[in-house]
């Protein structure tokens, strides 16, 4: 990500809709795999300006890792332990945590192999560990939103899949999200493509649309935890399990 984009998420992650309704479909998605355990350890790889530290902290003991110091700057001003290093390396032991995220982090061209950050993360994971994913979806909505947080691809959710299987993780929720927008973002992305170069998408809305796009997201998150899933949408979720052995 630009740096300015940095302090611009750190700024909005607490009650932008887009960051706000994130946490509540992970919280959706989890709960009924995860009973808290202030025991388990978690890790949240890639974990940027540290928003998602709190929600995180419901399943158990968190570290964020980040590869980048200026995002870990901000993260400090949050509750829990940070370390700097790669995904594609973790500085951890194997089968240490019980639950790991990486959110909207795969994509991410700091991320040389999605393959190599993939298996990392399933040797980080402890026997029947979980893993939650979100990322960017379509390439389609490729826009200068891209540029500006360093995008290497957007996924498709075959591709996510097949790549989660090939690292030995076993998908039990997949679904694109973030579909009910879908018909606002498809036509300002494809201006962004071809008449934009800047970036529309992270800018606080006033309050009522705020609140009103949190009202649509939430929709769409009680319809994917009763395990439904979307055909399209601009974003996906992925929740995958290592084996108990
Ligand atoms: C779009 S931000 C997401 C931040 C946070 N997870 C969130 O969803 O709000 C992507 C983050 O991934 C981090 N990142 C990119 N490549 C990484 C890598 N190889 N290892 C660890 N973190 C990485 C970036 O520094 C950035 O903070």
Redesign the pocket.
Known sequence: ?EPAE?AR?YRL?AEHWW?ASRRRLVAALLAPHLPADPHRRVL??????G??LKLLQTWGRVTG????AL?LSFARHRNGSLAQ????HLPFAGQTFGLVAA???LY?R??ASDRQ?LAELRRVLAPGGWLVI?DSALPLLWSAHDRL?HTRRRYTLPHLRRRLQAAGLHPVFCSYANMVLLPLLLPTRLLMRRVLTADFDLHPPPRWLNRALMSLRNLETAWLSRGHTLPVGSSLVCLAQRDSL
Request: proline content about 3%; overall charge negative.
């Open positions: 990500m940095f998420s992650e960051f949240d790889v890639g974990c940027g300006t928003g998602n890792i980040d590869i980048n995002p290093g790669s995904a594609l959110f909207d982090v991410h700091q991320i950050a979100t947080y």
